[in-house]
């Protein structure tokens, strides 16, 4: 049996705390540190992928959306605006219970969950399974 | 036969022995009678002393029958009491004569007492009836005018128009009201056609097409639309509404409409839905302010029940609870705080 190739997880929230706990819950489905990448703002994880954009690479972002500097939506208008070649599924992970906001997510194809926090393991790790299903599809 | 009321006779003849008679016979039946042997003397006492019937010979000296009965519907005070004529001219054409003077009845002498007698009472009654009509007339009109000033009022309040459009002849009226929300002067001629000159562009097509609609779609019996009309004082919002007006055959006969001036009202209505945005934008901004420290504490209890293999000490996870806690109460005084504040500038107000 072939152990299939987990993504790299990119965690993007300006709570520190919060990007504490998610590395943690992270940490629990996925040993390898790694993988595992925290950013406090849209900006910034922007960056990360383009810099270090490849076919090979697969990314799993964990996004909230109040941030400063570049919040979840102006980071994912940006993505879908510039031409990159990994291959990148958003899991939205928000505070915010605005039925506005889960149908705004619903309208970009990168997202493919919205969860309000807190995070679980256990529904991180459905995330996990759901992201591989998705990729191998 | 008895009259039900004493009623007035005036007899004008210039036979003395036809005068008594006449007076007699009318007296013996319970009516009041003036006699008088002359036009002139009857017409001036007729002047003073309202009769309520004539009874008028037509041959007499200086001023004869017809021309008393001529006289006498020359003044307005005169003209509807009943004139009947007695006289021995029995040819048609003195007859016709007689009628197109204005007499209602005619008497042939030699006359039979219970025939005059007959014809006086008929003509007193139906004077009564006409007297009573006119007045009935007289009040129904009253009724008509106050109840109309009433509703013109009650328009004039609600700032609602009116306007009928004559689908036979083709005319148009407008109340006053319509002419000042379309700011046409009174008296200018109109058409439906002129509640959607300077339709504003982005109401123009649906608006008309509404129109179109009620005007040549069999099926469609109300035209019921909202629509912007360019003015050089600015723009306004107009409420329109119309239906047609049927014969008894079911055709259609009129087009009754009504106009209101709704400006305001958007307006307000407009001012009303940016003030709910706002409070709805603020109440999901305060909502979210919860959450985040909400969320937070939620995040960390689930870890400290989770976390077997004591990745964080039981006293880092106490501390960042009481943190995000103590910045939830914050949140919380703020918001008593500025509930205080706007409720303090209310009350000042």
Known sequence: MTKKKLPEILIVDDDPMILLLHKLIVQKAVPDENIIHQFEDGKKTLEFILDNDAHDKNYLILLDINMPVMDGWQFLDQLCESSYVSSICVAMVTSSIDYRDKMKANEYDLVFEYIEKPLKVDSFKSLLEEETTLRNC | ?349
């Not at chain 2, 009253?142 to 009650?154: F, G, S």
């Not at chain 2, 004559?166 to 001629?189: R, V």
């Not at chain 2, 069999?218 to 909202?226: L, P, R």
């Open chain 2, 1 to 349: 036969m008895k009259p039900t009321d004493k009623s007035t006779i005036m007899v004008v003849d210039d036979t003395p022995d036809n005068l008594t008679l006449l007076g007699e016979m009318l007296n013996e039946c319970g009516y009041r009678t003036l006699l008088f042997p002359r036009g002139d003397l009857a017409l001036k006492a007729a002047l003073r002393n309202k009769p309520d019937l004539f009874l008028l010979d037509i041959m007499m000296p200086n001023m004869d029958g017809y021309q008393l009965c001529s006289k006498i519907k020359e003044y307005p005070s005169l003209t509807n009491i009943p004139v009947i004529y007695i006289s021995a001219l029995d040819d048609t054409q003195s007859k016709v004569t007689a009628f197109s003077m204005g007499a209602v009845d005619y008497i042939s002498k030699p006359f039979q007492k219970q025939e005059v007698l007959a014809r006086v009472q008929t003509h007193l009654k139906l004077q009564k009836i006409q007297n009573e009509l006119e007045i009935y007339n007289n009040r129904l009109e009253e009724m008509v005018a106050d109840q109309t000033a009433d509703l013109i009022q009650a328009q004039t309040i609600a700032q609602f128009g009116n306007w009928k459009h004559n689908l036979l002849s083709g005319e148009t009226n407008w109340s006053l009201i319509t002419h000042e929300i379309f700011e046409i002067p009174n008296g200018n001629p109109v058409s439906p056609m002129h509640l959607f000159s300077n339709l504003h562009p982005d109401d123009s097509e649906k608006t008309l097409k509404k129109w179109t609609n009620f005007r040549e779609d069999g099926s469609v019996f109300m035209f019921n639309t909202q629509y912007r009309i360019k003015f050089n004082t600015g723009e306004k919002w107009i409420h329109s509404i119309a239906e047609y007006q049927f014969d008894e055959q079911g055709n259609k006969t009129k087009i009754i409409g009504a106009v209101k001036d709704i400006t305001e009202r958007k307006r307000y209505l407009e001012e009303l839905s940016t003030k709910n945005q706002t409070l709805q934008d603020l109440a999901w901004k305060q909502s979210h302010a919860f959450r985040a420290p909400l969320t937070r504490i939620m995040g960390l209890a689930n870890f400290a029940i989770e976390d077997q293999e004591n990745a964080l000490s039981c006293d880092f996870l106490l501390e960042q609870i009481r943190t995000s806690a103590k910045e939830l109460d914050s949140i919380v005084r703020e918001i008593s705080q500025q509930i205080t504040e706007s409720q303090t500038n209310q009350s000042e107000t």
